[in-house]
């Protein structure tokens, strides 16, 4: 691999083959010596593995590229390795369905270079088919481009909520022992990159929409497992007893635990072979609202539905029978 790397893509892959040769295809369009893009095999057997040795076989920056292979582990575990092997000053995330926007790597290197930031925040836009994501909607984490204030940008992401971490790129000698929990597959990024928040001081928000991000039916969004829940619910409850992150400012422990408790909510309204709303689920939500209901910019309605949890459940489940 090339010395002179100021940025590494750390690139997991598993059950990617339906969408990787595109994802390849963008970044092989943009590459530099200056970039190194690290892919890792998760144990994958659907031919995304000979996908990838065919793209590095007939690339013209084959040096740029370094694949790792592991037995299936998930993502977290995936990442882990990848930033275990990323050289370069700067670290980046990459999903395997997804593809890189016209300018990405130009953009992210000019501000590397320029202002060596500690963190960097990316524009994006969603899409189902490619044709149209020129048409599609350009999405940002905040109003302003260039340098944030720290506490007004970090309260900002916590009150969205959007915690992708392709989102960002961190500059790498900030937080060495940077981990995703291993072995949770649904989440996993707000698990993590609150890490990185409490870590960089200098915040550059780069207000160009450079990565897409692929919707599709297959992807972890639309498929949470009971145990992926409960994997939420258990962060959730060392978040709220302060044994996660107890260095985190109680405002934004405060809009975390408001966005995780909704968020666990409708996933138990979703849970369609659910009689009843968790006893356990309902008192902490209770307990959330009762101590944040100062917090703005999330709504009144929802804190009211989290505030009777057991009521607005047994509401809906009411409304399920009506239809059937």
């Keep these: 691999m090339q010395s002179s790397v100021l940025l590494s893509l750390v690139v997991p892959f598993y059950r990617a083959a339906d969408y990787f040769a595109q994802l390849l295809g963008s970044i092989e369009a943009q590459l530099t010596e200056q970039v190194q893009i690290v892919l890792i095999c998760d144990g994958a057997s659907d031919g995304s593995l000979e996908i990838a040795r065919q793209h ?25 390795n ?22 990405y790597v130009e953009a992210v290197l000019q501000v590397i270079q320029q202002h060596q930031p500690d963190l960097i925040e990316l524009g994006y836009k969603r899409f189902t088919d490619e044709a149209a994501i020129a048409q599609s909607k350009a999405r940002y984490l905040h109003k302003n481009s260039g340098w944030l204030a720290k506490d007004k940008a970090v309260t900002n992401v916590f009150k969205i909520n959007q915690w992708f971490s392709w989102l960002r790129i961190y500059r790498k000698k900030i937080a060495m022992d940077f981990q995703f929990p291993v072995g ?15 870590a960089a001081q200098r915040l550059y928000h780069l207000r160009l929409p450079l990565y897409g991000y692929r919707e599709h039916q297959a992807s972890a969004s639309f498929n949470v497992k009971a145990e992926h829940q409960q994997q939420l619910h258990n962060f959730f409850t060392a978040l709220e007893q302060k044994q996660a992150y107890p260095a985190l400012q109680p405002k934004w422990r405060h809009i975390l635990l408001l966005n995780l408790a909704y968020l666990l909510y409708k996933l138990q309204l979703d849970n369609k072979s659910l009689q009843s709303f968790p006893v356990r689920l309902a008192q902490q939500c209770k307990s959330v609202v009762r101590k944040s209901w100062w917090i703005p910019q999330f709504s009144v309605r929802k804190k009211i539905q989290l505030a009777f949890t057991s009521y607005f459940f047994n509401r809906s489940r009411a409304k399920d029978e009506r239809k059937k």
């Design 56 to 80: 590095m076989a007939s690339s013209a920056m084959p040096e740029c590229y370094l694949l790792l292979c592991q037995h299936n582990s998930g993502v977290s575990a995936a990442r882990n």
């Design 82 to 103: 990848g930033i275990k092997h990323a050289t370069g000053d700067y670290i980046g995330f990459v999903d395997a369905d997804d593809v890189l926007l016209p300018g």
């Design 184 to 198: 949770v597959a649904f989440c996993e990024d707000v698990m993590a990159l609150p890490d990185l928040y409490l």
